[in-house]
C-alpha cells in the first residue's frame, strides 16, 4: 500500500493545508482532496498513512449526508470529475466553495487534552465553568462549546465566548454555537451505537451567498458547515468497551503520539520518522474508525 501525500493537478491551487490540497474548479465549486499526510502537534510528517485520505473523504461524507437534516453542509460529489487523475478517486470530494467564518467550533462532551489542562489550572474550559472532581475521560454533565481561533500557523488558541462573539458576530456566534452542539450530540449517539464514544470534535462553518432576488441584487446568506466532518481527524474518538474499563483508547494518531512521547522530540519541525509498525497500526485504526462508524469496510 502507498501513500500519497502530494498532488499537482492541472488546476488552480486554493491552497494546501496540512492534509487537504484545495483546488478550484470554477466560482462556485472546489475539489478538496484529502493526502495521507499526518499532523500531529500541528507538525505534519515526511511519511504518509495508507488510506487515511480515503478514510476521512468518506467518513465526511458518510456525516454530511446523514447530518444535513441539522445543518446544510459544502458536499456535492465523491466523483473525480472528468480529465483528473484516478488516484483521486475516494479521496476527493467536490463541495461548494464558501466564505469561512474563522472559527474553530470544538464540543466536548468529555473531559481530556486541552480541556483537561485547563480545568486542572481554572477549574474552567474556555471560561466555562465545571463541576469540582473531574478527572481524564469524565463525561461533562452537558456537552460544552469551547472555541479556538484558526490560526493561519502554529496552535490554535481556545479563547471564550465572548471574544468569540466579538469576531464572528452574536448572530453568527448563537448559531455555530447551537449548531455545533447539536450535530455533536446526534454523532455522539450514533457512535455509541457502534461502540464508541465521541468524546469532543471540531466543526467548521462558513457563508454561501445566493441571489435571492434579481431585481434587487439583494443576497441572501446561508451558513454551512463544511471542511470536514466527525473524522478521526477532527474528533477524538474512544472505544466504548474499553472507556468502560476505564481506559482512554482512541481511535485515531494515538499511536503516534504514543510514540512520539517516547522520544525526545520538543515538539517542533523537522518531525521525527516514522518506524513502519507505527504507519501500519494508524492505517488500521483509521480503518477501524471507517468501518465502526459506517457499518461497510472500505476496499
Ligand atoms: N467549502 C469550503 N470552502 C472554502 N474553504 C474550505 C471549505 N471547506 C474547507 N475549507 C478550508 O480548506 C482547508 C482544508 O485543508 P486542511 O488540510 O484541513 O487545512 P488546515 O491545515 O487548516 O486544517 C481549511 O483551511 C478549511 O478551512
Ligand atoms: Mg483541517
Given at each position: 500500500?502507498?501513500a500519497i501525500?502530494?498532488?499537482?493537478l492541472?488546476?488552480e491551487l486554493?491552497?494546501k ?6 483546488y478550484?474548479l470554477?466560482v462556485?465549486?472546489l475539489l478538496?482532496v484529502?493526502?495521507?499526510r499526518l499532523?500531529a502537534?500541528d507538525?505534519?510528517?515526511s511519511?504518509?498513512i ?5 478514510v ?9 449526508e446523514?447530518?444535513?437534516?441539522i445543518?446544510p453542509?459544502h458536499?456535492?460529489?465523491?466523483d ?11 479521496r476527493?470530494?467536490?463541495v461548494k466553495?464558501a466564505?469561512?467564518i474563522?472559527?474553530?467550533c470544538?464540543?466536548?462532551?468529555y473531559l481530556?487534552g486541552?480541556g ?10 474556555c471560561?466555562i465553568?465545571?463541576p469540582?472532581?473531574?478527572k ?9 462549546f ?7 500557523s502554529g ?7 465572548d471574544r468569540?462573539s466579538?469576531l464572528?458576530?452574536k448572530e453568527?456566534?448563537e448559531l455555530?454555537?447551537?449548531?455545533s452542539?447539536?450535530l ?9 451505537k457502534?461502540?464508541l464514544v ?7 462553518f462558513?457563508?454561501?451567498e445566493?441571489n ?6 439583494l443576497?441572501?446568506?446561508?451558513i454551512?458547515l463544511m ?13 466504548k468497551d474499553?472507556y468502560?474499563?476505564?481506559?482512554l483508547?482512541?481511535?485515531?494518531k494515538?499511536?503516534v503520539?504514543d510514540?512520539?512521547?517516547?522520544l ?8 521525527p520518522k516514522?518506524?513502519?509498525?507505527v ?7 483509521y ?11 472500505l476496499?
Amino acid at each position: 500500500m502507498e501513500a500519497i501525500t502530494q498532488t499537482d493537478l492541472d488546476l488552480e491551487l486554493l491552497g494546501k493545508g496540512k492534509v487537504r490540497d484545495t483546488y478550484i474548479l470554477n466560482v462556485k465549486e472546489l475539489l478538496m482532496v484529502a493526502t495521507d499526510r499526518l499532523s500531529a502537534f500541528d507538525v505534519v510528517f515526511s511519511e504518509g498513512i495508507p488510506k487515511k485520505g480515503e478514510v476521512l473523504t468518506k467518513l465526511s461524507a458518510f456525516w454530511f449526508e446523514k447530518t444535513k437534516h441539522i445543518i446544510p453542509n459544502h458536499f456535492i460529489s465523491l466523483d473525480v470529475p472528468e480529465g483528473l487523475p484516478q488516484y483521486l478517486k475516494g479521496r476527493s470530494m467536490v463541495v461548494k466553495r464558501a466564505k469561512p467564518i474563522h472559527l474553530e467550533c470544538v464540543v466536548r462532551g468529555y473531559l481530556t487534552g486541552s480541556g483537561l489542562k485547563d480545568y486542572q489550572k481554572t477549574g474552567s474550559v474556555c471560561g466555562i465553568k465545571l463541576p469540582e472532581g473531574l478527572k481524564n475521560g469524565s463525561e461533562l454533565p452537558e456537552p460544552i462549546f469551547t472555541p479556538s481561533t484558526k490560526a493561519q500557523s502554529g496552535h490554535d488558541e481556545n479563547i471564550n465566548g465572548d471574544r468569540a462573539s466579538n469576531l464572528v458576530g452574536k448572530e453568527t456566534f448563537e448559531l455555530v454555537k447551537t449548531t455545533s452542539i447539536e450535530l455533536y450530540k446526534f454523532a455522539k449517539n450514533h457512535a455509541l451505537k457502534c461502540g464508541l464514544v465521541l468524546a469532543d470534535t471540531k466543526f467548521e462553518f462558513g457563508y454561501i451567498e445566493h441571489n435571492a432576488c434579481s431585481k434587487t441584487n439583494l443576497i441572501r446568506k446561508e451558513i454551512i458547515l463544511m471542511d470536514e466532518a466527525l473524522t478521526p481527524d477532527s474528533s477524538r474518538y474512544w472505544l466504548k468497551d474499553k472507556y468502560d474499563s476505564g481506559i482512554l483508547e482512541s481511535l485515531d494518531k494515538q499511536y503516534v503520539r504514543d510514540y512520539l512521547e517516547t522520544l525526545n522530540w520538543n515538539k517542533s519541525p523537522p518531525a521525527p520518522k516514522l518506524p513502519e509498525d507505527v504507519i501500519k497500526k494508524t492505517t488500521e485504526r483509521y480503518l477501524e474508525a471507517y468501518q465502526k462508524l459506517t457499518g461497510e469496510k472500505l476496499e
